[in-house]
């Protein structure tokens, strides 16, 4: 080995330090989930002893390329270090809700805690402890394993209540299945393949290039890990969908997999479908489907139409996304070796943007949805634009003078400039990461507050939700969505006169609240629900919600043609469309069209499965085409009722089943609007 490939002792120290570093934070990071995982220290410490060496990979893969003649920045390895282990430090967190620091309850329901034992035993993995999330009436189908250290099982609201008990135990099965092929490992070894490859992308000869392989490295991990973990990712996916259907059943798994996917944020057809699910972490629900018929026995999982041909497609498309990548992050690699800088930033920026950007797009449109109706405005918004705006500014200054000052001005003027100029970086850097700061202090303060309501209203301890807002009364009259939620809280725990005056009060003035608009139309009748409604249309005209509120107002008051207008120009999302067909089923009951009413409302019911106003809606369909069954789809909406009571069904259930008990005479009844 020549002299030049020889690392001296501070070169080496600068190497490896991030591994007994990282040692001592994985063991503190982890500490938590730990004793709430029911874990070991023993099992902890080897968890962080396997998590350091695989954040150290880079350094070793830096001794490889010193040894092949390659030149590296010293510094460089330790970078790649950092920025892998902290992306890995994220699988040793315990479970939250945002802005809380106590767990997440622990399910209590013995009959589910002794199915989980066991599938557990079924599968061979140890039983996790398990605990339960609510979603505030959105009732998402979401399930996971977090801590490799002690894994625990998180259920959210809408496993349990969208869910049948096979469907469920299918579900949980798939998340054992991740425990029993270890790949809960999968995200620790791809950022540490992401690290070495980032020591591959920034080992150029010429030393000119230290100055930018912090920024080079950062956005090379992120570019290789967005894209290789996602292509792994989905095939461990399939493989616990195999697994679980083994345990449990191959229809229960599958239709299991049917409901998650159409309540999901994504849709599961369309271009957008394709493209999201080309980098997503996970499969579409066509591809999951065809493997799970494959390995199914003969005839228990029928072919179904157009699946196989969408499973193409998404390959197809995947494929092509996966060849795109490997060439942008190639000739990311070539522009830095050809000492094209801005070249392999504006690839790598790229690569991130698109596999970001892409499969968050859906859930940013959701949020977007309901900041609207929550009439989100807070003013921090502006002192966090304002601080990133000075950071970026100081961020910048200096290279604007070096490479694009120089293009347009003459030397000496670039050069007057820059001394008239020359605190600016440093000054408008320090200001904006004070603003930034003083935001995030101000930001973690609000978000405390609306946890803790957030927290006891998602378990259903409304009583607990206002006694934290009766505590903070002044700074939630300062807040329009936390007044709502209030609100909301009081309405639930039967103090109907303040939640309406509240509700009341917040529709009011220049800036009335979408979202009290809808609650207040639900729990009125006539012509104040007509009102709340047709203010709420006005306000967001473009929301299938506000549409939906308008429409079952203006059935309740007997204007039925206009409430087919109503929805008639809407344009729901996926998952709105469940709602839309289950309001149009109770109008064509009300044109005597029962069979129709039935189709509609059963489609509705694929659509958004186990949710409360599809129930409702289907109750009242089945009292007029069905009387038989009138009483079983009733109690179903009131069970969903009972899960989701944010959908404020009470009233509406309560006359359905004084109409039930009314005595009518034999043969289908027509139920009034």
């Known amino acids: 080995m020549g002299a030049d490939t020889v690392w001296r002792m501070d070169e080496l120290a600068l190497l490896f330090w991030p591994l007994p570093v990282f040692l001592c934070l994985t063991l503190a990071l982890g500490w938590t989930q730990m004793r709430e995982g029911g874990g070991s220290v023993g099992r902890l410490a080897w968890t962080a002893a396997r998590l350091s060496l695989l954040g150290s990979a880079p350094s070793l893969a830096a001794l490889l390329l010193r040894a092949m003649g390659f030149e590296l920045w010293s510094g460089a390895p330790s970078l790649a270090s950092c920025l892998a282990s902290s992306m890995s430090l994220k699988m040793l967190n315990a479970p939250r809700l945002a802005g809380l620091k106590k767990p997440l309850p622990l399910l209590e329901d013995p009959g589910l805690l002794a199915r989980i034992a066991e599938i ?47 469907e469920r135990d299918a579900i949980i099965a798939h998340e054992l299945a991740h425990l029993s092929n270890g790949s809960l490992w999968l995200v620790p070894a791809c950022t540490s393949a992401s690290g070495v490859a980032t020591m591959l992308l920034v080992a150029v000869e010429p030393v000119a290039m230290v100055d930018r ?104 498309a995947s494929t092509v996304m996966l060849s795109l990548w490997a060439s942008a992050v190639g000739a990311a690699a070539l522009a830095l070796r050809a000492r094209d800088f801005w070249a392999a930033i504006a690839l790598l920026v790229a690569v991130v943007g698109v596999q970001l950007g892409l499969p968050m797009s859906a859930m940013l449109a959701q949020r977007r949805k309901w900041s609207r109706r929550l009439g989100a405005r807070s003013g921090l918004r502006w002192v966090f634009r304002g601080g990133a705006l000075l950071v970026f500014l ?70 607990g939700a206002v006694a934290v807002g009766d505590a903070q009364r002044r700074r939630l009259r300062a807040d329009p969505e936390l007044r709502y939620l209030a609100a909301v809280a009081l309405l639930l725990a039967g103090r109907r006169g ?74 729901p999302s996926h998952l709105e469309e469940g709602h839309v067909l289950a309001v149009r089923a109770l109008l064509a009951c009300d044109r005597g069209e029962w069979d129709a009413a039935m189709d509609l409302v059963t489609h509705a019911l694929s659509l958004a499965p186990g949710d409360a106003l599809v129930l409702r809606c289907r109750a009242e369909v089945v009292q007029g085409a069905r009387p038989d069954l009138a009483s079983t789809a009733l109690e179903e909406a009131r069970a969903a009722s009972r899960a989701n009571p944010f959908a404020l069904l009470d009233d509406d259930l309560n006359a359905l089943e004084t109409r039930l008990a009314t005595p009518v005479s034999s043969g289908r009844r027509r139920v009034p609007g």
């Open 394 to 463: 100081g961020f910048i200054w200096t290279p604007l003078f070096r490479h694009v000052l120089p293009r347009v001005l003459d030397r000496a003027t670039v050069v007057d400039l820059w001394w008239q100029t020359a605190r600016v970086p440093l000054s408008s850097s320090l200001v904006g990461a004070a603003l930034l700061l003083a935001a995030t202090v101000l930001h973690q303060r609000r978000m405390r507050l609306r946890a803790a309501i957030v927290s006891a209203m998602a378990q259903h301890d409304f009583m």
């Open 213 to 316: 392989t912090a920024f080079v490295g950062f956005l090379g991990i992120l570019a290789i890990f967005l894209g290789l973990y996602p292509m792994l990712n989905r095939r461990f996916e399939l493989f616990c969908d195999l697994r679980a259907a083994q345990a449990v059943g191959f229809v229960q798994m599958a239709t299991g997999l049917d409901k998650i996917h159409a309540v999901h944020w994504v849709p599961s057809r369309g271009l957008y479908s394709v493209l999201v699910y080309a980098l997503a972490t996970h499969p579409p629900q066509a591809a999951r489907y065809e493997v799970l018929r494959a390995r199914a026995p003969d005839g228990v999982l029928p072919e179904r139409p157009g699946d196989v041909r969408r499973v193409r497609v998404h390959r197809l």
């Open 498 to 571: 303040q939640a309406v005056s509240e509700l009341t009060d917040l529709c009011e003035g220049p800036a009335p609240l979408p979202a009290a608009l809808f609650a207040l139309s639900a729990i009125s009748r006539g012509e104040p629900a007509l009102h709340s409604a047709r203010r709420a249309v006005q306000l967001l005209p473009d929301d299938v919600g506000a549409r939906l509120s308008l429409a079952k107002a203006l059935r309740d008051s007997g204007q039925h043609a206009m409430a087919e207008r109503a929805l008639a120009d809407t344009r």
């Open 120 to 166: 557990s035993s079924r599968m061979g993995v140890p039983v996790p402890r398990t605990r339960v999330a609510g979603t505030l009436g959105h009732l998402q189908a979401l399930a996971g394993v977090f801590g490799v250290q002690a894994p625990s099982l998180l259920l959210a609201d809408g496993i349990l209540h969208r869910l049948t008990p096979g």
